[in-house]
């Protein structure tokens, strides 16, 4: 796995899915949950508190005592992390010289004191004013982590990406799922352009909060369309889609179409080219601006599908896509 792979799993690290810092050994200069805000970190010249230097991120004191520093953090929603980013954006004279992330799996409650931690990524260097990914090769289900940093110092943002943790065993052939979303493991994983907004957010929980919390493309000055192309977290059929350009008024898609197909095999840098091929799943539809579209009748019938392929005309931004449908038969 690259070290840019993951990053298109969901952050489980999330705030916005309730991930929360239930501890921290000390977080004297910058409170530790900024460190699992969704927005990119910001620096803010000239701006004190009553503790020092205002920092968007965590930040502990300088340590004079042996030992070193470490937040506990609740995932918002438990799950199989597949990398990490710890970034120490605008922390350049004091970001920690190192750190580790280690994780625990308890489902009914906290982290107790004699709770069983598993390392997940050992002692990694640091350096200031970077971003640090590091992939993770974990196969089993966590609900907290423990970021450790050596001794003291500063991290803007954490970012623990992963697939969340969904017993398809006990979801029924006839249950109706969201099969895109990312919380049931949906991934978006190419796409023609992402200029203002991230392809990834088109399948975040919850409507839109804004234009940036969804995906939109560049102004095209050129003949073609837009697309994005999504990993469904498991094989299914479709038999209701929704397409929601909530926020989008004058950059809002004229029309859009779906392709899809069920994939064998194969990496994901390899999905791109074979998407140009896949079949109708729903036939060019008319968009309006700044809301929900809802398509069933629409929809052709083409069996089990693991990939689809939204095309956009020609361009412009999309809130949120959600493809719910059954999970195809086991075995």
């Not at 690290?13 to 501890?23: E, H, Q, T």
């Amino acid at each position: 796995m690259s070290n840019t792979t993951f990053t298109k799993h969901i952050n489980l690290a999330d705030a916005r899915l309730g991930s929360k810092v239930i501890f921290v050994t000390d977080d004297w200069f910058a409170a530790a949950d900024r460190m699992l805000q969704p927005e990119a970190p910001v620096w803010k010249e000239g701006v004190f508190d009553d503790n020092g230097k205002w920092m968007d991120g965590w930040e502990s004191r300088r340590k004079r005592v042996e030992g070193y520093d470490h937040a506990v953090v609740r995932l918002g929603v438990a799950g199989i992390i597949k990398g990490v980013n710890i970034d120490t954006a605008f922390f350049t004279g004091n970001f920690p010289p190192s750190a580790s992330l280690e994780a625990c799996f308890c489902p009914q409650g906290e982290p107790a004191e004699n709770t069983d931690w598993t390392e997940l990524l050992g002692a990694v260097s640091l350096n200031g004013d970077s971003q640090h990914l590091h992939p993770i090769n974990s196969d089993q289900p966590w609900t907290h982590i423990r970021l450790n940093i050596y001794p003291d110092g500063g991290v803007a943002r954490l970012k623990v990406h992963g697939i969340p943790h969904l017993d398809w065993s006990a979801i029924s052939t006839d249950q109706e799922i969201d099969l895109a979303a990312a919380l049931s493991g949906g991934r978006a994983l190419s796409c023609s352009n992402e200029h203002y907004g991230t392809m990834s957010n088109i399948l975040n929980p919850g409507r839109g909060i804004n234009m940036g919390d969804g995906w939109e493309t560049a102004r095209r000055r050129t003949p073609g369309n837009d697309w994005v192309i999504v990993a469904l977290g498991h094989p299914g059929e479709i038999n209701r889609i929704v397409v929601d350009t909530l926020h989008f008024k004058g950059n809002y898609p004229d029309s859009c179409s779906i392709q899809a197909a069920f994939v064998k095999g194969g990496t994901d840098d390899q999905i791109e080219t074979q998407s140009l091929f896949w079949k109708e799943l729903l036939p060019s539809q008319k968009l309006e601006m700044h809301q929900e579209h809802s398509f069933a009748e629409e929809i052709n019938t083409l069996g089990p599908i693991t990939h689809i392929r939204l095309n956009i005309f020609p361009d412009g931004g999309v809130s949120r896509l959600r493809l719910f449908g059954n999970i195809a038969a086991k075995g």
